[in-house]
């Protein structure tokens, strides 16, 4: 479906902030909701964010509502992870990941990419 690779990670003191990106190829980006997951040290992959076709509609987990904003641009294949106010506890791999849906809980159908690791310090 779609190749996906994320950049934008780094090392950032509680309170900073990151923007994280995602390119993906394909000339059908646009018919995909695009959504961001993390894994941290001895957990299990969780939901971030997700947002629908066009951009127009938005879901985040409760642990970073308010603090973290998901935006795409389907003109550049480029989906966005804007992460402000960081804490110690978002550190961990951030995935891109593609087809999301929801039932139940929030899952990727078209897979992630590599990851891009997040480490916030105190």
């Given amino acids: 479906q779609l190749q ?21 190829s394909g000339r059908t980006f646009s018919s995909y909701v695009m959504g961001w997951f993390r894994q941290a040290p001895g957990k ?28 795409r641009d389907n003109a550049k294949n480029t989906v966005y992870l804007q992460m402000n106010s960081l804490k110690p506890e978002d550190t961990a791999v951030y995935y891109c990941a593609t087809d999301l849906a929801y039932g139940s809980r929030w899952y990727a159908r078209g897979g992630w990419g590599q990851g891009t690791q997040v480490t916030v310090s105190s």
Avoid: P
């Fill in 4 to 24: 996906l690779v994320e950049s934008g990670g780094g090392l950032v003191q509680a309170g900073g902030s990151l923007r994280l990106s995602c390119a993906a």
């Fill in 44 to 71: 299990e992959r969780e939901f971030v964010a997700a947002i629908g076709r066009s951009g127009g509609n938005t879901y985040y987990a409760d642990s970073v509502k308010g603090r973290f904003t998901i935006s």
